[in-house]
């Protein structure tokens, strides 16, 4: 196909051409106004002085022939098909709307069949392509549609003559309520016309909890606000409905935090929760409603929120059963420390001492109030300390299922040797024992008084709990006077220090023990004398600082500082129930060995995952494909060598916010066509669709002047002297 057409010299811009056009009109001007001076020949000025105009334009702009040779192609049209998990809810026909999606864009293949069609999946981020096979395993959490048209209308090349969006309309942006010019600055960029496919028009019958807003930060022991917002839709008679907050955690059932009546009014109800989580790190908390029956979508009854609770202080309780130098050493560091909030109560006289009083409860200044800090007061507490006190002779031994349930609810809890601990406290066989990282035997002596030097075991050597100490000591310890008699280590304990000469079976008795037992973690240190720490010849050469070495490293790894662990890890993006989730793990410096990795369900008696172990892997983050989990809470826990394992606890949900409302929105897909001159179509009404026009595409272009540029300047010179002379005879100089 041959096209002609005229064209002013390739070598002239556009900008000047119009200079030159604005500059003859204006000789024009300035003639007319000169006309009214002339004394004769008015016409014969007026026609030289134009033609003189005419020609010395024609001169500067030297018009030229084009002639295109080409072809009509197809226009370009970009389809933009919605990939949040939302389209895995059902539509008003029962089928899932990404079901009525891939047949939306057959529908839309097949109408713009002749033209260059292009099938984008939007999201987060900018768009991706869609492969012709299906929508590939992509799902994103967002429908982000202001983001994708802002990326196309940023991208190089031909821009489309149309965009057909395929979606349900609920989008994360444009938002809802923006009005129309708001809207138009949204999606506007492009400037060409969106059409819209409405996947659904009506939602199913479904309460949902639709969002979880917590009033400011997450602090250990801090009451907090939990905003929830329950809603009802699709002609479902929702009335009052209960709501539940809980907390899941390991090893033991989920505990009731809160709960209440959301009284649902026009499709929403919004319940305010006062909730007070107890321990720091990572904690999952699941809200969860009764939905009403002929509830469609069960997947968003419930939801699972991960909270990263800091901590203001460390809540400390100290229970010693006598003033020894090691009790009073560790009273006094525990007080210099800011961080530490301590409850201290020491036990001055024994249960044999003659008190002058017939009642034996009154064996200290003050009454110790036992009843009241481990029933009332216990989960305060971020960990106790039991140092040298007899469970039995103070009654504390009514009080051990309590302590050993608070550990496994995430509780700490350090056990400190002397005469009346462990074993020679009362505490073998009892309730606590279980929680303690090392067996007691109630048959053997429970305390040696012998001297003797501990030794680190080679997980103690490259522990980050006791690196500070092994720094400032190496292999050398002090003396101390005395050690109890410790059991071999339970279950997947870690012994850091253990004892020369004394034996449990064939192997080293332990002196030093760290284990987890459910959500909680405990320590067994099996001496009252690491007060030789601060106050030894050998302490001397380090100024003292021993002391706080060890018991920095022994409540930071109790409380899960980040700087006692051995890794970090995380999950990539978000764990999405049906998805494959990945963990990324990250090494702390120093950290070498092979790497195990497990994965289990927070709960009770719940199995592990996946287990998996990594050798030497390289240096930096390692991504470990966990798999595709159930809805809930889950616990992963890294090892590193021999070292006691990091920890990480997670939520995963089923949809996730993608599913929390489950109402299309096809009225703002309307709008957007309307603002931008689009069309909107129901989900089968695609042959609807205008076509936009086919884009001309030139193959050939040939150039050539009308005449040569020189016969346009003779022509130039030639007329403005003939106006020379008719402006002389005229009487106009």
Same mark, same amino acid.
């Given at each position: 196909? /041959?096209?002609?057409?005229?064209?002013?010299?390739?070598?002239?811009?556009?900008?000047?051409?119009?200079?030159?056009?604005?500059?003859?009109?204006?000789?024009?001007?300035?003639?007319?106004?000169?006309?009214?001076?002339?004394?004769?020949?008015?016409?014969? =000025?007026?026609?030289?002085?134009?033609?003189?105009?005419?020609?010395?334009?024609?001169?500067?702009?030297?018009?030229?022939?084009?002639?295109?040779?080409?072809?009509?192609?197809?226009?370009?049209?970009? &389809?933009?098909?919605?990939?949040?998990?939302?389209?895995?809810?059902?539509?008003?026909?029962?089928?899932?709307?990404?079901?009525?999606?891939?047949?939306?864009?057959?529908?839309?293949?097949?109408?713009?069949?002749?033209?260059?069609?292009?099938?984008?999946?939007?999201?987060?981020?900018?768009?991706?392509?869609?492969?012709?096979?299906?929508?590939?395993?992509? $799902?994103?959490?967002?429908?982000?549609?202001?983001?994708?048209?802002?990326?196309?209308?940023?991208?190089?090349?031909?821009?489309?003559?149309?965009?057909?969006?395929?979606?349900?309309?609920?989008?994360?942006?444009?938002?809802?309520?923006?009005?129309?010019?708001?809207?138009?600055?949204?999606?506007?960029?492009?400037?060409?016309?969106?059409?819209?496919?409405?996947?659904?028009?009506?939602?199913?019958?479904?309460?949902?909890?639709? /969002?979880?807003?917590?009033?400011?930060?997450?602090?250990?022991?801090?009451?907090?606000?939990?905003?929830?917002?329950?809603?009802?839709?699709?002609?479902?008679?929702?009335?009052?409905?209960?709501?539940?907050?809980?907390?899941?955690?390991?090893?033991?059932?989920?505990?009731?935090?809160?709960?209440?009546?959301?009284?649902?009014?026009?499709?929403?109800?919004?319940?305010?929760?006062?909730?007070?989580?107890?321990?720091?790190?990572?904690?999952?908390?699941?809200?969860?409603?009764?939905?009403?029956?002929?509830?469609?979508?069960?997947?968003?009854?419930?939801? +699972?929120?991960? +909270?990263?609770?800091?901590?203001?202080?460390?809540?400390?309780?100290?229970?010693?059963?006598?003033?020894?130098?090691?009790?009073?050493?560790?009273?006094?560091?525990?007080?210099?420390?800011?961080?530490?909030?301590?409850?201290?109560? +020491?036990?001055?006289?024994?249960?044999?001492?003659?008190?002058?009083?017939?009642?034996?409860?009154?064996?200290?200044? =003050?009454?110790?109030?036992?009843?009241?800090?481990?029933?009332?007061?216990?989960?305060?507490?971020?960990?106790?300390?039991?140092?040298?006190?007899?469970? &039995?002779?103070?009654?504390?031994? $009514?009080?051990?299922?309590?302590?050993?349930?608070?550990?496994?609810?995430?509780?700490?809890?350090?056990?400190?040797?002397?005469? /009346?601990?462990?074993?020679?406290?009362?505490?073998?066989?009892?309730?606590?024992?279980?929680?303690?990282?090392?067996?007691?035997?109630?048959?053997?002596?429970?305390?040696?008084?012998?001297?003797?030097?501990?030794?680190?075991?080679?997980?103690?050597?490259?522990?980050?709990?006791?690196?500070?100490?092994?720094?400032?000591?190496?292999?050398?310890?002090?003396?101390?006077?005395?050690?109890?008699?410790?059991?071999?280590?339970?279950?997947?304990?870690?012994?850091?220090?253990?004892?020369?000469?004394?034996?449990?079976?064939?192997?080293?008795?332990?002196?030093?023990?760290?284990?987890?037992?459910?959500?909680?973690?405990?320590?067994?240190?099996?001496?009252?004398?690491?007060?030789?720490?601060?106050?030894?010849?050998?302490?001397?050469?380090?100024?003292?600082?021993?002391?706080?070495?060890?018991?920095?490293?022994?409540?930071?790894?109790?409380?899960?500082?980040?700087?006692?662990?051995?890794? $970090?890890?995380?999950?990539?993006?978000?764990?999405?129930?049906?998805?494959?989730?990945?963990?990324?793990?990250?090494?702390?410096?120093?950290?070498?060995?092979?790497?195990?990795? /497990?994965?289990?369900?927070?709960?009770?008696?719940?199995?592990?995952?996946?287990?998996?172990?990594?050798?030497?892997?390289?240096?930096?983050?390692?991504?470990?494909?966990?798999?595709?989990?159930?809805?809930?809470?889950?616990?992963?826990?890294?090892?590193?060598?021999?070292?006691?394992?990091?920890?990480?606890?997670?939520?995963?949900?089923?949809?996730?916010?993608?599913?929390?409302?489950?109402?299309?929105?096809?009225?703002?897909?309307?709008?957007?066509?309307?603002?931008?001159?689009?069309?909107?179509?129901?989900?089968?009404?695609?042959?609807?669709?205008?076509?936009?026009?086919?884009?001309?595409?030139?193959?050939?272009?040939?150039?050539?002047?009308?005449?040569?540029?020189?016969?346009?300047?003779?022509?130039?010179?030639?007329?403005?002297?003939?106006?020379?002379?008719?402006?002389?005879?005229?009487?106009?100089?």
């Amino acid at each position: 196909m /041959s096209a002609r057409s005229w064209a002013f010299s390739d070598d002239l811009s556009s900008l000047g051409s119009v200079a030159a056009l604005l500059f003859a009109l204006l000789s024009i001007v300035l003639l007319l106004f000169e006309l009214r001076r002339r004394e004769r020949l008015g016409p014969i =000025i007026a026609a030289t002085g134009a033609l003189a105009t005419v020609a010395l334009t024609l001169a500067v702009l030297r018009p030229v022939r084009v002639t295109e040779r080409g072809s009509l192609v197809g226009p370009r049209v970009i &389809v933009l098909v919605d990939q949040s998990r939302r389209l895995e809810l059902p539509a008003e026909d029962g089928r899932s709307r990404r079901v009525r999606a891939e047949a939306a864009v057959a529908a839309v293949r097949d109408r713009y069949g002749d033209a260059r069609l292009g099938v984008l999946g939007f999201g987060e981020g900018p768009p991706q392509a869609v492969p012709d096979s299906g929508f590939g395993a992509r $799902r994103s959490a967002e429908s982000d549609l202001a983001g994708a048209l802002g990326a196309l209308a940023e991208s190089t090349g031909e821009r489309p003559r149309a965009v057909v969006v395929v979606s349900d309309g609920r989008l994360s942006r444009p938002a809802p309520g923006s009005d129309d010019a708001a809207l138009r600055h949204a999606v506007g960029g492009l400037g060409v016309p969106l059409h819209t496919v409405r996947l659904a028009d009506a939602g199913p019958k479904d309460a949902s909890v639709r /969002s979880v807003r917590a009033a400011g930060a997450a602090v250990a022991h801090q009451p907090m606000s939990l905003t929830i917002e329950v809603g009802c839709a699709g002609g479902l008679e929702c009335g009052d409905i209960p709501v539940a907050v809980r907390e899941h955690r390991q090893g033991v059932e989920p505990a009731v935090l809160a709960s209440g009546t959301a009284r649902v009014e026009d499709g929403t109800a919004t319940l305010e929760l006062r909730i007070t989580l107890e321990r720091a790190g990572a904690r999952v908390v699941e809200v969860s409603i009764d939905a009403p029956a002929g509830d469609q979508v069960p997947d968003n009854d419930r939801r +699972f929120v991960t +909270f990263s609770v800091a901590r203001e202080r460390v809540r400390l309780l100290h229970v010693a059963g006598r003033p020894t130098y090691d009790v009073r050493t560790l009273r006094q560091w525990l007080k210099s420390d800011e961080s530490v909030d301590l409850v201290a109560f +020491f036990i001055l006289r024994g249960m044999t001492d003659d008190t002058m009083t017939d009642d034996d409860s009154e064996l200290a200044l =003050i009454p110790f109030p036992v009843e009241e800090l481990f029933t009332e007061h216990l989960p305060s507490f971020d960990a106790i300390v039991l140092q040298d006190i007899d469970a &039995v002779a103070y009654k504390l031994d $009514r009080h051990l299922p309590a302590l050993a349930r608070y550990v496994e609810a995430g509780g700490g809890l350090i056990m400190v040797g002397g005469p /009346s601990s462990f074993t020679g406290g009362n505490y073998a066989g009892t309730a606590l024992e279980r929680v303690l990282p090392v067996e007691l035997d109630e048959k053997v002596e429970p305390h040696d008084a012998a001297e003797f030097s501990p030794r680190f075991t080679e997980i103690g050597r490259s522990a980050p709990v006791l690196s500070g100490l092994f720094e400032l000591l190496g292999e050398d310890l002090p003396t101390m006077t005395g050690s109890n008699t410790l059991g071999k280590p339970r279950g997947a304990s870690f012994v850091l220090m253990e004892h020369p000469r004394r034996k449990v079976g064939a192997s080293p008795m332990p002196v030093l023990a760290l284990g987890e037992s459910g959500d909680g973690r405990s320590i067994a240190l099996g001496v009252d004398g690491s007060y030789r720490l601060a106050w030894s010849e050998l302490a001397a050469g380090v100024s003292g600082r021993a002391f706080g070495a060890l018991w920095d490293g022994l409540l930071g790894w109790l409380m899960r500082d980040p700087r006692f662990e051995v890794a $970090r890890a995380e999950v990539v993006g978000q764990c999405v129930s049906g998805e494959d989730t990945t963990l990324r793990l990250h090494r702390l410096p120093g950290a070498s060995g092979d790497v195990e990795v /497990s994965v289990e369900r927070l709960g009770k008696g719940s199995p592990k995952v996946i287990e998996k172990k990594l050798p030497s892997p390289p240096i930096g983050p390692v991504d470990v494909p966990v798999g595709k989990l159930e809805p809930g809470g889950y616990v992963a826990r890294v090892k590193v060598g021999q070292s006691p394992p990091a920890r990480l606890d997670f939520a995963c949900e089923k949809g996730g916010e993608a599913f929390a409302d489950s109402r299309p929105d096809g009225p703002r897909l309307e709008r957007i066509s309307a603002v931008t001159g689009g069309t909107s179509v129901r989900a089968g009404q695609e042959a609807t669709l205008p076509q936009p026009s086919a884009t001309r595409i030139a193959a050939e272009r040939h150039v050539t002047p009308i005449v040569p540029p020189w016969v346009w300047t003779v022509l130039a010179a030639l007329c403005l002297g003939a106006h020379w002379v008719a402006r002389r005879r005229g009487g106009l100089t």
